[in-house]
């Protein structure tokens, strides 16, 4: 070892030769056991099933699906590995089990859907509403052109189309309102969740009329009972009503 090996402290380079034949000579370190096995008598996928103790708790079982064999037909030595099944479910999955647990959208969503899905179908009814009345209504004038025409379609589609939109999108309010009020406060006392569609059917009607009267807050709300039930018939068609 020279002088100036000593002063930066640096090895010799028999030492460092040692050094590499014995890095070199000592066995490679074993895999530890609690990695999981990745040979051929081993699967490497696995089908996982979900947490039984959520599905449970939110009343719902785990899905129970057909068993389907991506490698049928075919030969174990041409796949080199034993054949796996996989499960496939029959109904929608989770990318987490906790979304399971929920049966309706927030009262936020609820209240876009309706509120917005009322407005459109106003608006479309105020639409064909207003083109009923121009082909069955004749002008006046004699001369009428096809820019007059174009002017007086807009005109009438859009003087039905305003009040009908303005009017089922507040009813669309009213009722996603209601009822997302009504279940709230209604569903830890036992309520279904039909009875508190059909409150916030009377709810809805009676707050659309009451500047006309009592009784035609009444009548009205009667008639958001029957447009309630309408809705719960679908949802059983439809769930995503």
């Given at each position: 070892m020279g002088f100036l090996d000593r002063l930066t402290g640096r090895k010799p380079r028999s030492e460092e030769a040692a050094a590499s034949v014995e890095a070199t000579s000592s066995p490679a370190p074993e895999p530890a056991s609690s990695l999981p096995s990745t040979s051929a008598a081993h699967d490497a996928l696995r089908d996982v099933q979900p947490n039984a103790t959520l599905l449970g708790a939110a009343g719902l079982s785990a899905p129970q699906g057909k068993l389907y064999n991506p490698y049928e037909g075919l030969s174990t030595q041409a796949i080199g590995t034993k054949p796996h099944l996989f499960r496939l479910p029959e109904q929608p999955e989770f990318v987490f089990e906790e979304e399971a647990s929920v049966r309706r959208r927030d009262w936020t969503q609820h209240l876009q859907f309706y509120c917005?899905?009322?407005?459109?179908?106003?608006?479309?009814?105020?639409?064909?509403?207003?083109?009923?009345?121009?082909?069955?209504?004749?002008?006046?004038?004699?001369?009428?052109?096809?820019?007059?025409?174009?002017?007086?379609?807009?005109?009438?589609?859009?003087?039905?189309?305003?009040?009908?939109?303005?009017?089922?999108?507040?009813?669309?309010?009213?009722?996603?309102?209601?009822?997302?009020?009504?279940?709230?406060?209604?569903?830890?006392?036992?309520?279904?969740?039909?009875?508190?569609?059909?409150?916030?059917?009377?709810?809805?009607?009676?707050?659309?009329?009451?500047?006309?009267?009592?009784?035609?807050?009444?009548?009205?709300?009667?008639?958001?009972?029957?447009?309630?039930?309408?809705?719960?018939?679908?949802?059983?068609?439809?769930?995503?009503?």
């Open positions: 917005g899905g009322g407005y459109l179908a106003g608006g479309v009814v105020g639409v064909g509403a207003g083109l009923y009345k121009f082909v069955v209504t004749k002008p006046e004038i004699v001369t009428d052109t096809l820019k007059l025409k174009t002017n007086r379609l807009l005109n009438t589609c859009g003087s039905f189309a305003r009040p009908w939109s303005n009017s089922c999108g507040i009813l669309g309010l009213f009722f996603s309102g209601a009822e997302s009020l009504y279940v709230y406060q209604l569903e830890p006392y036992g309520v279904p969740d039909n009875a508190c569609t059909l409150l916030a059917g009377f709810t809805s009607g009676a707050l659309f009329r009451l500047p006309r009267g009592p009784r035609q807050a009444v009548v009205a709300g009667a008639v958001g009972v029957v447009a309630a039930g309408g809705i719960t018939a679908l949802r059983k068609v439809f769930p995503s009503l």
